[in-house]
């Protein structure tokens, strides 16, 4: 081989380093969110009605969506050359997860007292969504803490590693930010009127929740640079809500 075939051979590799991290544009990273967001409304909506609701196609829908959709962004990290450094484990991920989750079921458990423990009417709305999730003395509750654990995990895996980083580069941090937790918000909008109650109206625990903590788990992703200790943090709060009920019967 000539040295200048070497070279060429060279720039080529170079090139195509240079392609898998070029910067998403803004029509692509809107398309990319729009579809993550409409997916996951679809999902969410056929998952808390009424046919679905505490039956396992409620959680069997969602695996097999956000699973398709992690599928994806795992596929698109690695093609990126992103894939290691955001999704490989260090030491204190774990302790950094759990100690967010734990704060935020703290905060969860503040608002539930202010604004929805009895005798308030707005209890309605915190009784629907325990009331989604199944009898909570049911055999094998445990076996479903786990699934709803690894739904978490998966949905944190495809907002913040796939959402909030194609919003990133086209919009800034502070406006992908803002973007990827109402977009998240957006997705469970059809929970809003599922779980609503005639008495007091659509029900906005789970969005106004969602796009809350979207804050702090696209915030902390950030400010790692990285997946797993942002995945700990949804996966164990969502996990400890499902566990240890805020609200009983």
Known sequence: MSVSEADDDELSDEDEEDTSSEPTSKREALFIAGGVTITSALAVG???????????FMLGALVLVYGALAAFTVWRLRARGELDEQLRPRGGDLTVGAVVAAVLYGVATGVHLLVTSPPS??????MQVYATLGDP???????????????????????????????????????????????????????MF????????????????????????????????????????????????????????
């Open 46 to 56: 056929f998952a808390f009605s009424d046919e679905a609701a505490g039956t396992p």
């Open 121 to 126: 009417p707005r209890a309605a709305w915190i």
């Open 137 to 191: 003395a049911a055999e094998g509750r445990h076996l479903v803490g786990g699934v709803v654990f690894v739904v978490a995990a998966l949905e944190e895996l495809v907002w913040r590693g796939l959402v909030q980083r194609v919003l990133l580069s086209p919009f800034g941090w502070l406006r992908a930010w803002l973007l990827q937790a109402a977009l998240f918000g957006v997705a469970h909008l059809p929970t």
């Open 194 to 249: 599922l779980l609503g109650d005639p008495r007091v109206g659509p029900n906005p625990l789970l969005v106004a929740a969602g796009v809350a903590y979207s804050l702090v788990w696209g915030r902390l992703a950030m400010r790692m640079d990285r997946l797993p200790p942002a995945m700990f943090a949804h996966a164990l709060f969502t996990w400890g809500v499902f566990e240890f009920p805020i609200w009983r019967p």
